[in-house]
């Protein structure tokens, strides 16, 4: 990426070299994320340029950096959006690195995977089960990530939840609420039959428009979709008590709505990158379930093409790129 609202650029530029606690990772796939399009759109406004897009690594360890000594070369790692926090800042003291004042972000402030090789700090790479050690581990890294840590806000009294926008995080989610007995309610795109049918196929009780009413009232919802309209709408579509779980790193604005719809308790709440527990947390419980990823997958030179599907509406499931 050399510039907002342009279309990546792919070049040759030189391996990088892994500094103190860093790995030299050889990338085997990428996830192209929702988060990769508000980079590249210019709604995250502060990326490094020039800038390797790309937060769903899986790869291999090529070379280890002084002072690294849990990790060791062959590993298979996964590497997410939150790539260092300082350590030292308020939130991290208080258990919200996810919150750290000094954090660097994967493919955002330092470069990432849409590349053969890229640089991480030990501490932020995850161990990745032999099932997930390909492509199809790729979305567990943010999408999976997000949509687990959304879902851990949602409270224990839930068993009818709705989860608006049907794509990578949803697709992965549901596979983790159904398996814990939640009954899910899919709201797609206006038309998106496809998706509707996906959802349907992977255990929805319903699935619909995210415009439409669902057949019941919900406990909870979890918005994936950067639409801001949809909030309104997904207060009325809880019942008292109800817990409203934004999922996006990015949203349009919200509009303002009738206090009524708000009140009896319900509640509104941003999620905010992740934190190395959900990690640890999620990936141990992946295989036991096991989650299956639906990928589609591209060469990295179609990196741009990725890009526009995902933007169109045009993956159900996960896009990623491969590079091994």
């Known amino acids: 990426m050399e510039q907002a609202r342009q279309p990546l650029v792919l070049k040759t530029v030189p ?3 892994p500094a103190e606690h860093q790995v030299l990772v050889k990338v085997i796939a990428c996830g192209v994320c929702r988060t990769d399009l508000h980079v590249l759109d ?22 280890k950096g002084k002072e ?5 070369e062959g590993d298979v790692i996964g590497i997410p959006w939150l790539g260092y926090t300082c350590g030292k800042c308020k939130y991290c003291n208080n258990g919200k690195e996810n919150l750290c004042e000094n954090a660097l972000f994967t493919g955002y402030t330092i470069d990432g995977g849409y590349a053969e090789y890229t640089v991480a700090y030990e501490r932020y790479c995850f161990p990745i089960a032999e099932q997930y050690a390909n492509a199809s581990g790729s979305p ?30 949803a697709h992965i989610l549901i596979q983790l609420a159904i398996n814990q ?17 996906f959802a349907l ?3 929805a009780s319903w699935a619909g428009s995210s415009y439409q009413s669902p057949p019941e009232k919900l406990d909870a919802a979890i918005i994936f979709a950067p ?9 009325m579509d809880v019942d008292k008590g109800g817990v409203i779980v934004c999922g996006g790193i990015h949203m349009s604005d919200i509009p303002s709505f009738p206090y009524k719809i708000l009140w009896e308790e319900r509640m509104i709440r941003s999620v905010a990158n992740l934190t190395r527990k959900d990690g640890e947390e999620f990936l141990k419980i992946a295989p036991e379930i096991p989650i299956k990823t639906e990928i589609q997958t591209f060469p990295l030179r179609e990196a741009n093409e990725a890009l526009d599907n995902l933007r169109n509406g045009k993956v159900h499931g996960a896009a990623v790129l491969t590079m091994m």
Not at 42 to 63: F, R, T, Y
Not at 227 to 235: T, W
């Open 140 to 169: 567990l890294l943010c999408a999976g990530l997000i949509g687990y840590r959304s879902y851990s806000m949602i409270g224990n009294h839930v068993t009818k939840l709705g989860i608006y926008g049907f794509g990578a995080a």
């Open 201 to 203: 196929k992977l255990g």
């Open 68 to 72: 690294v000594v849990n990790l060791n």
């Open 227 to 235: 639409v801001g309209d949809i909030v309104p709408k997904a207060l």
């Open 15 to 17: 391996v990088p070299s």
């Open 42 to 63: 210019g709604e995250l406004s502060q990326p490094k340029l020039p800038l390797i897009i790309g937060h769903e690594i899986i790869g291999i360890i090529a070379k």
């Open 181 to 197: 007995g939640k009954k899910i309610y899919a709201f797609t795109r206006e038309g998106d039959k496809e998706a509707q049918s």
